[in-house]
């Protein structure tokens, strides 16, 4: 179970890598600032350890690399569930439309007179 857990995280981060047009970008630009770090490397020799271009080359394309991981580590977003939150709300409208229908029945029930005085269920009109 652990191997094809692993298999298939392996599996997911290199669909994002192949997908994510963002770590793409990044780790493109990670790669010229190694590159060009390399090439001042390669002149100044010796002197290479107070370069501050230098740094800031390594320093750009380690932050290229920080965000590219980041992006690659973010879950993406879950599916919104729009169609359940309507099913809920309808049928919550449907629940309290029928309530109301009761009590206007109810209510119409008691204002209507019937022929002997007596309010009786059974023999009033329903309404609805």
């Known amino acids: 179970m652990l191997k094809r857990k ?5 599996k997911t981060y290199a669909r994002r890598l192949t997908e994510d047009d963002y770590v793409q970008a990044q780790l493109r630009q990670a790669a ?18 107070e370069d501050k271009k ?6 750009e394309s380690a932050t290229s690399i920080r965000r590219a991981v980041l992006a690659l580590q973010r879950k993406p977003p879950e599916p919104k569930h ?4 309507v ?7 449907g629940g309290a439309a029928v309530a109301l229908s009761e009590r206007r029945r109810s ?5 209507v007179p019937t022929g002997s ?12």
Do not use: C, F, N
Request: net charge positive; aromatic share 4%; hydrophobic share 40%.
């Open 6 to 10: 692993k298999r298939t995280s392996a």
């Open 32 to 49: 010229g600032g190694l590159r060009q770090a390399y090439g001042r490397v390669a002149q100044r020799r010796g002197k290479a350890a």
């Open 54 to 59: 230098l740094y800031g080359h390594l320093r």
């Open 82 to 85: 729009r169609g359940r939150k």
């Open 87 to 93: 099913a809920l709300v309808a049928l919550a409208g």
């Open 107 to 111: 209510q119409i029930a008691a204002m």
């Open 117 to 128: 005085g007596e309010t009786d269920e059974t023999t009033a009109p329903a309404i609805g």
